[in-house]
């Protein structure tokens, strides 16, 4: 639908107006350190450059869209192509060759000759967002309860470890379903306060949530070292096999017993690996999940919590198993995290960690595993990639995730995949 | 005589000062349709959240004569203990679960008894025999409550992109999926067309004459109420003010005095008395 030239113009005069507001602070005053201190110069040409620029680009933009428009409508439109039951649509078997291929690249990433210590730290920081967010999905996306303190579980899985090998001596592999169970059993604690909070109070008391972990972390100073964090986190080994050069005391080690050359790159893949591991267990643990009664019952809570408890699904089950599920990936999280890092402090888990994680999710499309996937690499990746842009790479970020989200309004992959088909036989 | 399937006595549900329903007394059976009407705001839908667990009422019995369990005061469970012991109920406006397929809507009713046979979903998630046989019935269910609502072409399809008309059938089948003793229906005909709502009436005689489950229904399309019903409570400012069979509710000067205010020379028929009411406003909403 074409627009007229003055609604044209009148739109990128408001655009080019707001352009001169924000540019008067950003980049018309510029302060710089001269003999006798710090001196205010302006730069009003740059200003009436910036300007200028945003309402030829708005005026441009314009005359883009309705030239697209009219190309759009020209096209005869296709008729979309009745899909037989139970026959995968095209859609999903692209989204399940793109995970075969991600699988067999992940799989393969530490081995191949191009990977060095930055990748594999890279893709192990990748994996961990990816764990985290997978968690969140079951609470956010599935069940549709919003949690904007999910940091909390990432630091009570990553506390328990550190505190548990600190004091009882326990290894990593002990720790990691421990974590997992205590962060669950914080994650149901939350639920009960909440249960009849929805939308903004839901949001507020979960971010509260969050940041009374941190600053009980951050306080308690007999049992967590407040800020100094707790350190000497045992590595994990495999099966009693230790990656350092110098095992530990009543361990062997990998180098000595495989006869391969010690390298500290192994311990680098071989913690690649088991977060690897970890994310294919959570993920199809979630995926079966949500074709079971419970996490049905998760996805029924999101649509219409008032029609659940007609048909006689206890709302209050839902919520808490709901946060205890998510909660436990998010300590499973921490947990490998702690041992990652063999250092925890309460800095790791700001409000930050938590609206990065949310991101992924909402970016992801809520609900779609795959979905999230996508968005944690990107979400982690574009600030790595955009390092050449030094200090300009955060605005590159917000300027990606916005486009993003004009683009994709649901997240990149919004359409949800049916949990079962039926099948038309006898109908 | 034997005790009737739900037996509702003095009920009276207080919002504050206002009295939305005052000691009505009404029944259900199976194997009956009984209807519950009177003009827009007459708190028919607040018996409904009583009778089905939404509302806690302030005062009377709600007492259901189950097969099983015996005698059970719905009014003393929880709200969604209710819909367990079989009382389930639909909604005035239209309450899917949207963005999942009409079988997923349906296999959610059967939450219950699935949960049980996946054992807390570990059963499920281990993939043991009993859960897979215990899931293919479930969908069994599911496939005939779809081929008897007609709904086969659109089983795949998100219920939140059907039709209205269509909509309705699921909500009912979704229903009939928890396996109710008493189905309650909250204007289950608003909305419909003449032929929808003559082909619901017979889906719900059909139902109650295959299944012998007892339906309680509030509804203003007279034409639907006084062809399938088997008995008529009539309610107004939250007090029962009939109650009977079609052919006396007819003609019972109370009704007629209810639905039009002042006794007319002439009697209108009941469809045109209807019409006032539906024009008079839109108060009883969930």
């Known amino acids: ?427 | 005589m034997s005790e009737p399937l739900l037996n509702v006595t003095g009920l009276t549900m207080r919002f504050g000062g206002l009295v939305a329903v005052d000691g009505v007394n009404l029944s259900a059976d199976t194997g009956r349709i009984t209807a519950l009407i009177g003009p827009n705001g007459a708190g028919k839908t607040t018996i409904f959240n009583c009778l089905t667990g939404f509302y806690k009422p302030t005062s009377g019995e709600l007492s259901l004569a189950h097969p099983t369990r015996g005698k059970v005061s719905l009014q003393t469970l929880p709200g969604y203990q209710v819909a367990r012991h079989g009382v389930v109920r639909t909604f005035q406006n239209i309450r899917l679960f949207p963005r999942m397929t009409v079988l997923e809507n349906l296999l959610v009713a059967q939450h219950v008894g699935l949960m049980r046979k996946s054992v807390l979903g570990v059963a499920g998630l281990l993939g043991l025999k009993g859960w897979r046989t215990a899931q293919r019935d479930a969908i069994e269910r599911a496939r005939f409550w779809i081929n008897r609502l007609d709904l086969g072409a659109v089983a795949n399809e998100e219920a939140g992109n059907l039709s209205y008309g269509v909509q309705r059938r699921v909500e009912i089948a979704r229903a009939m999926n928890t396996d109710p003793l008493l189905l309650c229906l909250d204007e289950p005909a608003a909305g419909l067309n003449p032929r929808e709502t003559a082909a619901l009436g017979e889906l719900l005689q059909g139902i109650r004459a295959e299944f012998g489950i007892g339906i309680l229904l509030i509804e203003h399309d007279m034409k639907l109420v006084m062809g399938i019903s088997d008995h008529i409570h009539v309610v107004e400012y939250g007090r029962k003010i009939a109650e009977g069979t079609p052919e006396q509710i007819r003609t019972d000067e109370r009704v007629i005095k209810a639905y039009l205010g002042e006794p007319d020379e002439e009697e209108l028929p009941p469809a045109v008395a209807a019409d006032i009411a539906d024009v008079a406003g839109e108060g009883d909403r969930v």
């Open chain 1, 1 to 427: 639908m074409a627009t007229p030239i003055e609604t044209k113009l009148k739109d990128s005069a408001a655009a080019a107006g707001l352009a001169l507001v924000l540019s008067i602070p950003f980049i018309g005053l510029h302060t710089i350190s001269t003999d006798q201190g710090l001196v205010v110069e302006s730069r009003w040409s740059w200003v009436a450059w910036a300007v200028g620029l945003v309402f030829i680009g708005r005026l441009l933009l314009g005359f883009a869209r309705d030239a697209l428009a009219a190309r759009a409508a020209s096209r005869p439109k296709k008729q979309a192509k009745p899909v037989a039951a139970g026959e995968p649509t095209l859609a999903a078997r692209l989204t399940r060759a793109f995970m075969a291929v991600a699988l067999l690249f992940a799989v393969t990433l530490p081995f191949m000759p191009y990977s060095d210590r930055y990748i594999i730290d890279l893709g192990t920081t990748v994996l961990i967002y990816i764990l985290l967010a997978l968690g969140l999905n079951v609470t956010v996306g599935l069940a549709g309860l919003l949690d904007l303190g999910f940091v909390a579980f990432y630091a009570i899985g990553a506390y328990s470890f550190a505190l548990l090998s600190k004091f009882f001596g326990l290894d990593f592999w002990v720790c990691l379903p421990l974590s997992g169970l205590i962060a669950a059993l914080f994650g149901a604690l939350l639920s009960l306060p909440i249960l009849r909070l929805r939308g903004d109070y839901l949001a507020i008391v979960t971010l509260g949530f969050g940041e009374i972990t941190r600053i009980v972390i951050l306080n308690w100073q007999s049992l967590t070292g407040g800020p100094n964090g707790v350190s000497g986190i045992p590595r994990p080994g495999l099966f009693g096999l230790s990656f350092d050069r110098r095992p530990p005391e009543g361990m062997g080690s990998f180098h000595e017993l495989t006869g391969i050359d010690f390298s500290g790159e192994h311990r680098l893949m071989f913690l690649y690996l088991i977060v690897l591991a970890l994310v294919c267990l959570v993920a199809w643990v979630i995926n079966r999940l949500r074709a079971l009664p419970v996490g049905r019952a998760w996805e029924a809570l999101r649509e219409d919590e008032i029609a659940c408890r007609s048909l006689g699904i206890n709302p209050t089950a839902s919520k808490v198993s709901a946060y205890a599920i998510g909660g436990m990936m998010g300590g499973f999280a921490g947990c490998f995290f702690a041992a990652r890092q063999g250092f925890v402090s309460p800095e790791s888990f700001g409000f930050i960690e938590s609206a990065l994680i949310l991101a992924i999710v909402v970016l992801g499309g809520m609900g779609s595993q795959v979905g999230v996937v996508i968005a944690a690499l990107f979400i982690v990746m574009l600030p790595e990639l955009g390092r050449e842009f030094a200090d300009y790479r955060m605005i590159v970020f917000g300027l990606a995730m916005i486009t993003i989200m004009v683009w994709r309004p649901g997240g990149l992959l919004s359409t949800r995949v049916p949990t079962v088909k039926l099948d038309q036989k006898g109908a």
